[in-house]
């Protein structure tokens, strides 16, 4: 197996959490008050971002590579629409749970074209299917509190 394709595929999924880390750093404190009971759930994806973080890091520099730890263009427009779109329809939590259930789709999509793709090893397979799992149930909490609030 090249380890440069192995490296390329985790820094891509490194900069997708990147993204997300700074995603939720846009929703702090904007839903707690009409959804408080999800503040637990938010706090834990955030730590299991870092947890992902760190992960990532360390199958890269497991597999010699160079860490790339900036975040995605994509996920950088996103960041700008959601503040252009709070600065004119101001902030709600019905539109901040659309953006949080949005990158998490995004994130999952690009973890599932990371495991299809063929370019990581048994190792970081194992790592990334797991990280796969706990965006799919994050995703899954908010898509049901997105739905509820509608």
């Excluded at 192995?6 to 490194?14: E, G, P």
């Excluded at 629409?81 to 953006?99: Q, Y």
């Excluded at 965006?135 to 899954?140: E, V």
Aim: charged share 30%; glycine share 6%.
């Amino acid at each position: 197996m090249d380890n440069s394709r192995t490296v390329s595929t985790l820094n891509d999924l490194l900069n997708i959490t990147n993204d997300r880390i700074k995603g939720f750093s846009k929703v702090e404190d904007k839903v707690w008050e009409t959804s408080s009971s999800l503040k637990n759930d938010y706090d834990q994806m955030v730590r299991e971002s870092q947890t992902m973080k760190s992960e990532l890091v360390e199958l890269i520099s497991e597999k010699g590579g160079e860490v790339d730890d900036s975040s995605t263009t994509a996920g950088a427009l996103h960041r700008t629409w959601i503040d252009v779109k709070n600065a004119f329809g101001g902030e709600n939590a019905e539109s901040t749970l659309e953006n949080v259930v949005f990158g998490e789709n995004a994130a999952i999509d690009a973890y599932e074209e990371a495991l299809e793709d063929g370019n990581l090893c048994p190792q970081s397979t194992a790592i990334v299917s797991g990280q796969l799992e706990k965006l799919k149930s994050s995703y899954a909490k908010f898509e049901t509190l997105n739905k509820s609030i509608d």
